[in-house]
């Protein structure tokens, strides 16, 4: 029996979890895929020092439809994705996979 002197938290010696990878979970369903997908195509374009009107006039968009796509109430279709990552300055086609994968994922059936 532990006296509670030097005694271990059990909680506190637990192994942490380790960090999410980046790369794309294959079982997670379209509305995480879509939700990580929103976070990252926000993150890129504040990260670029862009806002939502600049980017919308600059790709001939409505700024509504830019509003939707980040907000999750529209999808986005692959050319329109492919068109905000080269705007965003996207170069890493590893990133530009996982991306376009996330997005693929996001427009499948949910169970």
Do not use: C, H
Not at 37 to 66: C, F, I, M, N, Y
Request: proline residues 5%; hydrophobic residues 35%.
């Amino acid at each position: 029996m532990s006296t509670g002197k030097g005694s271990e938290n059990p909680v506190a010696s637990a192994p942490t979890a380790a960090p999410i990878p980046r790369a794309v979970a294959t079982d997670q369903g379209p509305v995480v895929q879509s939700a990580l997908l929103r976070g990252e195509l926000v993150r890129l374009r504040k990260e670029s020092g862009l806002t939502q009107e600049q980017v919308a006039a600059d790709l001939e968009w409505s700024p509504s439809k830019l509003i939707r796509v980040e907000g999750g109430r529209s999808s986005i279709t692959k050319v329109d994705l492919d068109a905000l990552l080269t705007k965003y300055g996207v170069t890493s086609e590893s990133t530009r996979e996982r991306l376009q994968a996330l997005n693929k994922g996001a427009r499948e059936r949910a169970w």
